[in-house]
């Protein structure tokens, strides 16, 4: 069987990123095609594998800003043709447009945010990124429905995002949670000028995944610590916004994030989250987390038992949510339990058992696991 992985992009540091090294463990053989591929912005695993990247990375431009891309990745990657007996897509907006010789799976990890949460991935306000998303928006909408169409089977990663496939596509998809990144039994490396006992909000800094009302609930917690820890393009806002007993990292080493949970007392998050990755993280440590009710976290927090909601990314729900979290006295080994049932080697297996179902459907007639809803694809336009 011959495996070929397509990966939207591979320049930052990001949940997507870390499961892409299960797949490189999963499927040790197979080559990376993506359109963006930074090595120096990314993970150290992948500076060693068979990466693949598309004619447009030649692009300097592109390389160190791959959101400047994204009206030409439709093309890009309608122009790839990959020869494989199973091909996976991990997208969360172009890696399904390729063009295969054998099945496509699609992992989706959200259909794209920017034309369907356009408002949420570029934030409030006039902007060049979103006159220039405006612009292209509904062209490649079409293209995305069209894409989606073309794949002989959809595997996502949460309950919310299945309806989200069901609602958009028409299309009908497995739930495969992607394991927690960050291995707890991994070394630890304290970060200097942070002493225990601190909340922690791990996040890339964009508009939807609102770390500012997290850094702006800190005033109303003038007696708690919060350390964030990220880039992005809102990092100026957010820095901005934090008070004294706020503390901004721009970037991390996995020692030190280790450290960073292991020493905290809880995570937060306030984020339009398609999984909820952050929690996990922090619960394979057995710390409780305080997050928004939304999409991916109402997977991966048990109210109660592993963490506590609040109802809208607000400063005074936050605080709140976090004070109830504070005076809870959660059972860390409950916490971890729950961790464990989305461990590394379950995704590894069940995707290695989705590459062999797939496989051997190669040369039936018209096996089309995927089935269209048509109603739903009327309504959704």
């Avoid at 909000?201 to 939807?208: D, W």
């Avoid at 721009?250 to 960073?260: G, H, K, N, P, Y």
């Amino acid at each position: 069987m011959k495996v070929a992985i397509v990966h939207d992009s591979i320049a930052q540091l990001g949940g997507a990123e870390r499961v892409l090294v299960h797949l490189m463990e999963a499927f040790p053989d197979a080559p990376i095609y993506t359109a963006i591929f930074d090595p120096d912005a990314t993970y150290p695993q992948f500076r060693h594998a068979d990466i693949r990247p598309l004619g447009i990375n030649r692009l300097s431009l592109f390389r160190n800003n791959h959101r400047l891309a994204l009206p030409f990745l439709a093309r890009a990657y309608s122009r790839l043709e990959i020869d494989a007996d199973v091909v996976f897509c991990f997208s969360w907006g172009w890696a399904h447009g390729v063009k295969v010789t054998g099945r496509k799976v699609v992992y989706c990890y959200t259909p794209a945010r920017w034309l369907y949460q356009s408002d949420r991935y570029v934030g409030n306000g006039p902007s060049v990124r979103r006159a220039a998303l405006m612009l292209f928006r509904h062209p490649l909408i079409r293209w995305d429905r069209r894409q989606a169409a073309t794949a002989d089977r959809y595997v996502t990663l949460s309950q919310a995002v299945q309806g989200r496939i069901r609602s958009l596509y028409g299309l009908e998809s497995e739930v495969l949670a992607p394991p927690p990144g960050l291995d707890c039994a991994g070394p630890s490396e304290p970060v200097a000028g942070i002493e225990p006992g601190f909340l922690l909000c791990a996040s890339r800094f964009l508009p939807y995944k609102n770390v500012v009302p997290v850094v702006e609930s800190f005033e109303l917690l003038p007696e708690l610590r919060l350390v964030v820890v990220g880039t992005g393009p809102t990092e100026g806002a957010i820095r901005q916004a934090a008070g004294p007993n706020v503390t901004v990292k721009r970037a991390v080493t996995d020692s030190e994030l280790r450290w960073l949970y292991r020493n905290c007392g809880g995570v937060v998050s306030a984020s339009y989250e398609d999984f909820g990755l952050t929690p996990l993280e922090g619960a394979n440590f057995g710390k409780p987390a305080a997050v928004l009710r939304w999409g991916g976290f109402t997977d991966t927090v048990q109210e109660g038992r592993t963490g506590v909601f609040f109802d809208s990314p607000t400063g005074p729900a936050i605080s709140a949510a976090i004070r109830k979290m504070a005076d809870q006295d959660f059972d860390a080994s409950a916490i971890k339990s729950h961790a464990a049932g989305y461990s590394a080697g379950v995704f590894i297996r069940r995707i290695q058992q989705i590459a062999e179902e797939e496989y051997g459907r190669l040369g039936e007639q018209n096996p089309a696991p995927v089935r269209r809803r048509r109603q739903g694809l009327r309504s959704a336009r």
